[in-house]
């Protein structure tokens, strides 16, 4: 696999809350990304607090995932369960974390099968023989709208709610988790982005960028690049990983 990962706090913000985790390990292809919210420092430690537990609860089970295949899934949906708990209780005990939460979207590879799991409106893409395909459904008010036909795409881009997300770790006790499973080929690429990216960068010009750009670090520093020059509104974080 070939790697690559960028984050930046933006224009406008005046702290990154976004967090990610990419492995550097063979034996652990596991890769997180997540975008926090809430009062000031608290979605930075929703985020990153998140991602330590969903990290920790993989790496205890990496040898039996090594065993059964069809067990991956289930650990993923426990993992981000766990985080969820966890993050709920700080934000009840500590008043500075109040009503903090986090988007979460991760994969972790095994076999030739990239195996995600979603919460929240972060994104996981593929590229693959040209073609940009979003593999995860948005948790959020403007997509659900979308999908039901209520708004057009023109509408979308500028409703006054299209931040406002229904699916988050930690704002609830019970959470609902997306698990998406895609078989892998040689040359396909993987693109996990929080919403920095997103609202700012249309996705036929992703597109051109991860084909533009044969090294994955420079084309995920370059689509960063666009997010600020296009206003830098939220956070940006991308990472990518091409099978090889």
Known sequence: ??????????????????????????ELPLFIIADGMGGHKAGEVASKMAIDIIKEMILENAEDI????????EIIRE????????????????EEFSGMGTTITMTYILDNKAFIGQVGDS?????????LIQLTKDHSLV???????????????????????TRAVGTDEGID??????KLY???????????????VDDNVIKEVLLKRKDI??????????ANNNGGYDNITVVAVKIV
């Open 186 to 200: 040689e040359g396909d690429l993987i693109l996990l982005c929080t919403d920095g990216l997103t609202n700012m």
């Open 1 to 26: 696999m070939h790697i690559g990962s960028s984050t930046d706090i933006g224009k406008h913000r005046e702290i990154n809350q976004d967090s990610y985790f990419v492995s550097e390990e063979q």
């Open 66 to 73: 090594k065993l059964e295949e069809n067990i991956i899934a």
């Open 217 to 226: 670090q420079t084309a995920c520093d370059e689509l960063v690049n666009l």
């Open 123 to 131: 994104r996981a893409y593929l590229l693959r023989d040209n073609e």
């Open 79 to 94: 993992a981000i369960k766990s985080a969820n708990v966890k993050v709920y209780e700080v934000s009840k005990e500590k």
């Open 177 to 182: 988790i997306d698990i998406v499973t895609e």
């Open 143 to 165: 997509a659900e709208l979308l999908r039901n036909g209520s708004i057009t795409e023109e509408e979308a881009e500028c409703h006054p709610q299209r931040n406002l997300i």
